[in-house]
């Protein structure tokens, strides 16, 4: 079975400044997805950022990017410029290509921002 | 529009009762799930169904019972609730392999 581990599970981190979030996973399979999602104090799950595993260069979405080591089985996720509105709960999530069911997420990180 | 909406965003209820969440998608995907959430955040897939078909249907019990009259709306209904039911259990939606899924707002079921 596919597992996700979330390493952290809280951070801190200054405005302005760079933080990084570790995920790894555990699977036999060569082609799946790995995604962050964001969930700030209003509960509401929001998508961060998108991986293929196919794709070797690494998803960025402005100030969200990711290091993807597929070797390593390693996923994580770097904020820069952090922002007040950052601060919330980051959960790593894997997803099979082929079993369009089975979505899997890491335990979260508390990712706090201080002004 | 809401893509992903669920009813009721909070219920309070009594042991023993019987309680039904409602969820429904206009994004025309054909997977939706069910998740819960504890109180230490944790993400638990519970049951997921493709096209009106169960397919996921992990080690949960069986008060706890999933029905998909279409592609559009996945309910859950919980018979004979616990304490240990208290979560917040949220409901999503994908289009295909590979896409990420889209979550409603939960639904944040207390059992007293």
């Known amino acids: 079975a596919q597992t996700v581990t979330q390493s952290q599970p809280e951070m801190s981190v200054q405005e302005a400044e760079t933080v990084t979030l570790s995920c790894t996973y555990d699977t036999s399979e060569s082609d799946y997805y790995l995604f962050w999602y964001k969930q700030p104090p209003s509960r509401q799950m929001i998508l961060v950022i998108r991986q293929e595993a196919y794709k070797q260069q690494n998803a960025t979405e402005n100030r969200f990017s990711v290091n993807f080591q597929k070797a390593a089985k390693s996923f994580s996720l770097k904020i820069s410029d952090s922002q007040l509105g950052d601060a919330a709960m980051y959960f790593c999530?894997?997803?099979?290509?082929?079993?369009?069911?089975?979505?899997?997420f890491g335990a979260g990180t508390r990712l706090t921002v201080k002004p | 529009d809401t893509a992903v909406s669920q009813t009721p965003k909070y219920l309070v209820t009594q042991m023993g009762n019987d309680k039904s969440i409602k969820c429904e998608q206009n994004l025309g995907h054909d997977t939706m799930y069910w998740y819960k959430q504890d109180s230490k955040k944790f993400l638990k897939i519970m049951f997921s169904?493709?096209?009106?078909?169960?397919?996921i249907n992990e080690t949960v019990p069986n008060r706890f019972s999933p029905k998909s009259p279409d592609k559009a709306h996945l309910n859950l209904h919980i018979n004979s609730l616990e304490l240990g039911d208290s979560a917040v259990y949220f409901c999503a939606s994908s289009q295909a392999t590979g896409f990420e899924a889209f979550f409603g707002q939960g639904t944040r079921l207390t059992v007293v």
């Open positions: 169904y493709n096209n009106k078909e169960l397919i």
């Open positions: 999530a894997y997803r099979f290509t082929y079993n369009n069911n089975d979505m899997r």
